[in-house]
């Protein structure tokens, strides 16, 4: 009597039902880390538009601070030829645009200005509440960076309707 080779039904269930059990464990926990990602990411452009915005007004003192994200940026992907108050070239295009979808690493921003632009506030939410972030990210003329823990998904703009709701929330440390 000669024995078969290879595996039963059984086995290879067993092995199956293994590695599904090592995926459930593990997808969470890569969500939670690209959350993360995109929260860090979302910080660094709000410090990015903020050393925009005082180079900004640096370089261009009669028209104030940028009014939109636009004016801190290229005419166009492929770069900038002059920078001039209408298209500074402070920062990348990318960043420039990202006030639509699909945003920049799963977040929107939105800038607006004060009092003839000598104050302004940026904001920063996620694209898609608890799968892209869960924080909300804002910062003003003082350049400290606040959140908000959200519950669904905000637009960027909540924190920059006036100066008050952005430095109303919490410092990050």
Do not use: H
Not at 62 to 84: E, K, N
């Amino acid at each position: 009597m000669s024995k078969q080779k290879g595996f039963s039904l059984i086995e290879l269930l067993i092995v199956v039902a293994i590695i599904l059990i090592i995926a459930a464990i593990a997808i969470p926990s890569l969500v939670r880390a690209r959350m993360a990602a995109n929260e860090s990411a979302s910080v660094a452009a709000v410090r990015t538009i903020n050393t925009a915005e005082v180079s900004f007004i640096s370089a261009y003192p009669t028209t104030g601070f940028a009014a939109t994200l636009a004016q801190l940026g290229p005419t166009s992907a492929t770069g900038c030829a002059t920078p001039t108050a209408a298209t500074a070239c402070l920062i990348d295009y990318t960043l420039s645009t990202a006030n639509v979808a699909p945003g920049r690493s799963g977040y929107l921003y939105s800038l607006a200005t004060f009092n003839a632009n000598s104050a302004y506030a940026i904001g920063g939410a996620a694209l898609t509440w608890n799968n892209t972030g869960v924080r909300s990210f804002c910062s003003v003329g003082d350049a400290v960076i606040r959140y908000n823990v959200e519950t669904a998904t905000v637009a960027p703009s909540t924190y920059t309707g006036s100066l008050a709701a952005c430095t109303a929330l919490t410092p990050l440390q």
